[in-house]
């Protein structure tokens, strides 16, 4: 299998040279390194000169993160991808276990890890971040659409042949991974590969788009918009996305999303579901009925999980 590690990059030279040298540590060597430099002028560019050889460098105008992904996509000649945000951090081990996974199982689209998160300096402030309702495989497509439980473009190994045949980044998201994996998850019967361990130690800083909760809400109605738009009228997964649209509707001027944390009611709910053994009956039933089970615990309809 040949690896490309495509890494858009955007005036973070230093966090780049970190991701970068994780990159060339791996035990499993990639086959080749993109980096897809979207306009910086931080000096990104003679920072790479260390590298003459070890990456494929290419500069482009500024155009945002999708369409640098879309560049890198284009220019990379391996047939199965892993993109790398310029802040993150592979495991040593990442893409050999990422690669055994998928090869294992090579009609599945993709194979995805877990994510540590460390902050700006580096350091681990959570050892193994588990989103809550991670796939049922039987019901990947509606597991993934209540909730993003692939924590980063950087914890997954893409099957070429698979981003061809849902074609490309959308430019004009601002969650442009759910959509993704959303797109790969359509087909019936799609199962996706997952390695148990952390393969990417995730950065989070205040530079992070996906720490505003503003951008996230609004993010993830245009997200439902354009799946709802996928499906035909009266099927039950336009169904479903209607009855989140429903519960998520549109920010008046000012307002600002309530419930992006965990609330004590919430964490009421789950321990219930795992008390009584229902967690996985509850992944099961339509998005519609568990956010009506949530309404009756109280659990506010944007909270997490």
Not at 86 to 97: G, N, Q, Y
Not at 131 to 136: H, M, Q
Not at 266 to 294: D, K, Q, T, V
């Amino acid at each position: 299998m040949k690896i490309s590690v495509i890494i858009p990059t955007y005036n973070r030279k230093d966090f780049l040279i970190a991701a970068l040298d994780s990159v060339f540590a791996q035990t499993l060597p990639a086959h080749e390194v993109v980096v897809i430099d979207d306009g910086s002028t931080d000096g990104t560019g003679e920072a790479l000169a260390k590298y003459p050889h070890r990456l494929l460098y290419h500069y482009k105008e500024n155009g945002g993160q999708n369409r640098a992904r879309n560049v890198g996509q284009k220019l990379a000649s391996g047939d199965s991808f892993l993109f790398l945000d310029s802040d993150d951090l592979l495991f040593p081990d990442a893409l050999a276990k990422l690669s055994a996974a998928l090869m294992q199982y090579p009609e599945a689209p993709l194979a995805y890890g877990r994510a540590q998160i460390i902050d700006r300096a580096g350091n681990v402030t959570n050892p193994l971040w588990k989103p809550a309702n991670e796939s049922e495989q039987d019901y990947l497509w509606e597991s993934l659409m209540s909730v993003n439980f692939i924590r980063s473009t950087g914890v997954a190994l893409i099957h070429r042949s698979a981003l061809d045949a849902v074609g490309e980044w959308d430019e004009g998201l601002k969650i442009e991974d759910w959509d993704l994996w959303l797109r790969l998850a359509e087909p019936p019967g799609t199962r996706f590969v997952r390695v148990p361990d952390p393969v990417l130690q995730y950065r989070i800083h205040g530079d992070n788009s996906s720490q505003d909760e503003i951008i996230m809400y609004n993010g993830g109605r245009q997200l439902f918009l354009k799946h709802r738009d996928r499906h035909v009228p009266g099927s039950p997964r336009r169904t479903a996305i209607e009855e989140f649209l429903k519960l998520h509707p549109p920010l008046a001027p000012g307002q600002s999303p309530s419930g992006t944390l965990i609330s004590p009611r919430h964490r009421l709910l789950r321990a219930f579901l795992e008390g009584a053994g229902l967690s996985s009956l509850y992944r099961r039933l339509p998005i519609g009925a568990r956010m009506r089970l949530r309404g009756w615990f109280g659990v506010k309809p944007w909270a997490r999980g």
